[in-house]
């Protein structure tokens, strides 16, 4: 029954349906406040490390990868990294601060090599001579020692052995201080980034590749002063000390607002999933009650099919939801409160929890004839719809595998088999096909006549035969739908047993009597 039945049949207000409606709202609500504070932090991780490339690193050019391809290149990419690295508080248009005792020897900034104890390469006569293990030569810089490392000159001392060379890495942290979250008057994060210059010659090939890493870490600022931000940051200079102790105390509030709130969305999820457990429970009790009755009265068993209609399938998506609404709501306390920084984890779980809080309000919509359509052909075409995307994922499959190995060195899109399925499948829905074929290398006619059969027998095969059918597919289970609604349909067991009651829901019938003794979370008879 449709809340409106169960309200007319047994008087009970439809307080679940006002208690899901809620939870949309305030469960969508801190969705977006926890996406617009998540925003500035991806923002400033990623401004901070698109500035650490262009600080850093020699001659870097956006969306460009980055090399050197001889010594002298890559002496002068090690010196200017130093000399940038040295010279940060005068050229920086950012404050930034350096972390002592993070690299080698208690240093600020490691440089170090990795290389092979022993190494020969003679091309001419075809011969080498390997140690394959690693050796690891490091040395350390201190900011603070600056003249002083600048006249020893220990880092323009620092000679790389070619032959044998496996890589090259600077590792160095700086500090930074993110203001920006003082626009949603949140206390400002202190960042402390990892940073890790990589230059690559495990391949030998003449191109040595540079990369340039950032991982950052978030923690709460000590003694934090703000003012002069409207009336809830306190005054002006005339009073400074008022005004930041006035401001730290509105921030605080706020911040236990937002906490307050939190904890607010994970109790009612959690009454929510208490309810929702509660159905679960009563449609299995009756599930039992209705197969023993089969088998003692009847003599019969009960068909899978038929059991299966007890367990209401909404309710197990609602109960994942509030599941994870509630421990994505812990997580935003934590990082609210600075004692963690999972920001990717906390959006995982708050945003698939608000995709099936919304889709669960489809199940409200299917008590109505007319808007029950999307879910009754989604559920007559799923079988055949499985059956089918497995057949068609095993030659899916087979044409990523090939386009990797084969294609995958002459062709961007097919380097690694992630690109290769990723590319396919914009091909399945027509998109960049153009691109695809010219961005094919002619490196020999062999392959790239290989490469116009292996696009052209994909597109055809997946374009017009099997997105049609998987078109089809759907469009008979609907076709199915809509003739049923016009013939006899097959009643099963349950609805047999079901339709011998003639009573209306407003009959009065099945409303339980004023006294009955009934707990909230138990079932009653």
Known sequence: MSPCDKYHAKGRKPFKLGLQLLKIVIVTVQLVMFGLSNQMVVTFKDENTAAFKHLFLKGYRDNNPHAVYTQQELYGLINFTISQYLSLPQISLAQYAYVTNAGVNGSSLSLCQRYYRRGSIVPVNDTFDIDPHVVTDCIGLNPLTKASALDNGDFRNFTLKFYKLINVTMDFQLKAINIQTIINNEIPDCYTFAITILMDNQAHSGKVKVRLYNQPSIKECKDPNVSGHGECWGGGANELSHGLSHAVKCTAAENYAREFFDVLVALVCLLSLLLCGRSIVRGILLQHEFAQFFRSRLCRGVSWSDRMEFINGWYLLLIISDVFTIIGSFIKIGIESKNIASYDVCGILLG???????????????????????????????????RFCCCAAAIYMGYCFCGWIVLGPYHV???????????????????????????????????????????????????????????????GAYDTIMAQTQEQVRITDLHAFIAECTDTPSSGKFRVPEGSPCSFLCCCK
């Not at 109505?368 to 055949?384: M, S």
């Not at 290398?441 to 035969?465: A, D, N, R």
Request: charged share 10%; aromatic share 18%.
């Open 352 to 386: 698939t929890s608000t995709l099936l809080v919304w889709v669960g309000v489809i199940r409200y919509l299917s008590f109505f004839q007319k808007y029950n359509i999307l879910i009754v052909t989604l559920r007559a075409a799923f079988p055949n719809v499985i």
């Open 413 to 475: 899109k097919f380097r690694t088999l992630s690109l290769a399925s990723e590319c396919l499948f914009s091909l399945i829905n027509g998109d960049d096909m153009f691109v695809t074929f010219a961005q094919m290398e002619h490196s020999g006619t062999m392959v790239w006549i290989f490469s116009q059969v292996y696009l052209y027998s994909f597109i055809s095969l997946f374009i017009y035969m099997v997105l049609s059918l998987f078109i089809a597919l759907i469009t």
